[in-house]
């Protein structure tokens, strides 16, 4: 795509967000809502992995920005809502958003590991319990983005 970008005078900009989240959507996000819905009582207790989440608004609004700005031609953007969180962090804030309670039961991750994998769900065990987290510096440094609002704002406007 860089070559066609310099042999033509296209102009591009490649946006990677990074595990988005809105009301329905689809992967992970929606597992756990369902979890939640489901009961209060969540095995994240001892999980202490990192991940960058991003709203949908939060991307849009990133997006729009690139549309503008002068200094996101051929560039590549990693954005998050900027600050990491726990799966059980995420967890509260879901259940805060829908109005429920969720305790954490201290469930050690590799026993959690251990039992998707026998049912064949270790690759999503991997993506919920593992560590994912990026830096969206250059998107602020670059062309003086930031996130529009934090994941709890983002929560409870999509009302879950």
Not at 20 to 40: D, E, Q, T, W
Not at 69 to 84: L, M
Not at 96 to 120: E, Y
């Amino acid at each position: 795509m860089i070559e066609i970008a310099k042999s033509t005078g296209l102009e591009f900009v490649i946006i990677r967000p990074q595990l988005v989240y809105s009301r329905n959507a689809p992967g992970n996000s929606c597992l756990l809502v369902k979890l939640i819905k489901m009961s209060f009582l969540l095995p994240f207790g001892f999980t202490n992995n990192n991940q960058s989440y991003v709203s949908i608004d939060n991307s849009c609004d990133f997006i729009s920005l690139c549309c503008k700005h002068p200094n996101t031609s051929c560039e590549f953007f990693v954005i998050s809502d900027g600050k990491p969180v726990f799966t059980k962090t995420l967890t509260k804030v879901i259940a805060s958003a829908i109005g429920k309670r969720a305790i954490q039961l201290p469930i050690p991750v590799k026993l959690m590991k251990l039992i998707a994998s026998v049912i064949g769900k270790s690759h999503k065990a991997d993506q919920l319990l593992g560590d994912l987290v990026i830096n969206s510096k250059k998107a602020e440094r670059n062309i003086g983005w930031s996130p529009l609002e934090s994941m709890e704002e983002a929560m409870r406007k999509i009302n879950i």
